[in-house]
């Protein structure tokens, strides 16, 4: 609070009356009279006008315009031809769309898998033995490196012949199973991947919480006679919902975005079996198979359309608060 | 607390635990330590089926040949040069508008503080085309400008949120009196507000650069030459041309992956901070 020092000694004459804020009114000249006069009005607006503006254009009118392009068939150079709902109409005829979307549901199902591991995990380090704070930062290490580093592990993981995980199978059953080239496994095999920062990122979440975890109540609970799962289950847990909320909303968005491992592992492969929208709409729009950006911007929209169902849930939940709170 | 303070329990129990933690943690890394082990092997020992062992003699020259033989060296610098504008950029923008959202009273400002909620969740893809086409139109596509303005934006809408609610929770009679004093409010934010956002800036600092520096997918969309492309995408081209010459490629992801991973040690306590913000109270 250092700079705090010039405040006292703002060039402006002070009010007549302190306590009263209208009164300065009075005693100013016009043309700065006006900006005090109306200072309290048109500040929020200046200091909100540059980050409205740049998330304005970049983040909320793209939605719209992204919506509205879904209704044309456009290869993103020539003239755009209205075709209303044709991209639609294709899209669910098409057998890639269906796959991508039960990859995307696969993927939501699995990815909550974060939440036990993470809490799992969290309640594994909550101790203070020597170095666990080292420990702690190094199970966090997946969640901070790039999804690409990630992807390009466990590609090296699973690779057929030398792969780690490949010769454990083989060790193990005999059989050779070259997951990233299996239609059966292989988005199992990539939402593995994907679940290794995801549990890191839920296990931070409940570290953090279970430092708050009253002591009281924990105390309480062992005069009681409550242990182990007990003691989780009805003490511990309940006491963890702001940080299991969280973890929930950042796995949903974890999970529907996915489309850095789909990219690096798979390429949708083999035969678009591990394809998921993100990655199904960006092969569409963007890449060697074609500059559909009509039909990219259908799925964009439907993949919106199943992120919103999940994320206006949050944001209702967000607002209520807010009222609550005042 | 919460489980039983090993302390508490039998030297069996102990050492079971102080066995664990360890052995529990190289598992969880299997897959990080296969690669650091790979990035250090001579390129015979792969030849030879050498993929798990020591490697025959630890060849740091893989580093050294990974900067001689590929443009990486650029590519670090590019996402350095991305990513530090973006943090500062972002970072500015989202004190003003947060500042806006917690201290004045107005009639939209619930309804403007869930647009940047809201927006901040979206998937990529619905942005992904108007996107493009604005930075072509600007003729920023596949430039380093292209990339910032982008990030900058959408960075915008996190860092407001928990702009917002930081400022939210400090003692609003400090704000209430300067302004009896008659204190202007830019003085009020400048003097007042942002030397107690401090522990802020940090957390956010290092989030956004971790998030932007290992962003792929805006690489990939706006960018394409080698003078602009950020790491992330550099590393995966690289993957492309090195076909199975895992050695290389391990030691350049283990490049691409090191400044984030600095930051997130340097910073860890404002790191942890702003990635676990809101999750502790009710």
């Keep these: 609070m250092n700079s705090n020092a010039p405040l006292g000694a703002a060039e402006q004459p002070l009010p007549s009356s302190r306590t009263a804020v209208n009164d300065r009114r009075s005693a100013i000249s016009p043309v700065s009279g006006w900006w005090k006069k109306n200072q309290r009005k048109l500040a929020p607006w200046a200091f909100l006008a540059p980050g409205c503006i740049m998330f304005a254009v970049y983040v909320i009118a793209p939605i719209f315009q992204s919506i509205w392009i879904s209704f044309y068939d456009w290869d993103g150079i020539g003239a755009k031809t209205w075709i209303g709902l044709g991209n639609y109409a294709e899209l669910f005829d098409d057998d890639v769309f269906y796959t991508a979307l039960r990859n995307n549901f696969l993927w939501l199902a699995l990815y909550f898998l974060a939440l036990p591991a993470g809490l799992f995990l969290a309640i594994f380090l909550n101790q203070t033995i020597l170095g666990i704070r080292i420990y702690k930062s190094l199970f966090f290490f997946p969640f901070v490196i790039s999804q690409v580093v990630v992807g390009l592990m466990f590609s090296w993981f699973y690779a057929p012949d030398f792969g780690l995980l490949y010769r454990l199978i083989l060790a193990v059953t005999g059989g050779e199973v070259a997951i990233l080239a299996d239609e059966r496994y292989v988005t199992y095999g990539i939402i593995a991947a994907g679940l290794w920062p995801q549990i890191a990122y839920c296990m931070i979440l409940y570290l953090a919480a279970l430092n708050n975890v009253s002591k009281e109540q924990i105390e309480a609970g062992r005069l009681d006679g409550a242990k182990g799962w007990r003691m989780l289950w009805h003490i511990v847990l309940p006491q963890l919902m702001p940080a299991t909320f969280i973890a929930v909303v950042v796995t949903i968005i974890g999970a529907l975005r996915s489309f850095d491992l789909v990219s690096i592992m798979t390429k949708g492969g083999p035969y678009g079996a591990s394809t998921v929208l993100s990655y199904f709409m960006y092969e569409q729009a963007l890449s060697e198979y074609g500059f559909r950006m009509g039909y990219g911007a259908a799925i964009a929209v439907i993949l919106f359309l199943i992120m919103m169902a999940f994320i206006s849930g949050f944001v209702w939940r967000m607002m209520r608060d807010e009222k609550a709170g005042g | ?282």
């Excluded at chain 2, 959202?101 to 869930?114: E, G, K, P, Q």
């Design chain 2, 1 to 282: 607390m919460f489980p039983t303070p090993v302390q508490h329990r039998s030297t069996f129990v102990q050492w079971r635990y102080a066995i664990a933690v360890p052995a529990v943690l190289f598992i969880w890394l299997l897959p990080l330590i296969g690669v650091a082990l790979t990035s250090l092997k001579p390129a015979g020992d792969l030849a030879a089926g050498n993929y798990f062992g020591w490697p025959s003699h630890l060849a740091f020259g893989n580093y050294a040949t990974v900067f001689q033989n590929s443009p990486i060296g650029q590519y670090i610098l590019n996402s350095f040069k991305v990513t530090i504008p973006t943090v500062v950029g972002a970072l500015a923008l989202s004190l003003l508008a947060g500042f806006a959202l917690a201290v004045y009273d107005f009639r939209s400002r619930l309804l403007i503080f869930f647009l940047f909620v809201a927006g901040n969740f979206v998937p990529f893809q619905i942005l992904m085309v108007p996107v493009r086409e604005l930075t072509l139109k600007l003729g920023m596509y596949d430039t380093i400008g292209g990339l910032i303005a982008f990030h900058v934006a959408f960075q915008t809408g996190f860092c407001t949120l928990f702009m917002r609610n930081f400022i939210k929770a400090m003692p609003f009679e400090l704000i209430e009196s300067a302004r009896v004093e008659g204190v202007s409010e830019f003085r009020i934010f400048w003097h007042i507000v942002l030397p107690l956002m401090r522990p802020a800036i940090a957390a956010l600092a290092v989030l956004v650069f971790t998030f932007v520096w290992n962003d792929y997918f805006w690489g990939l969309v706006l960018a394409q030459g080698s003078h602009a492309l950020p790491v992330t995408v550099g590393l995966y081209s690289l993957n492309g041309q090195w076909v199975a010459v895992w050695n290389l490629i391990s030691a350049a992801s283990l490049i691409a992956a090191l400044p984030p991973v600095i930051m997130f040690f340097l910073m860890q306590r404002h790191f942890i901070a702003g990635l676990t913000f809101g999750a502790t109270k009710g």
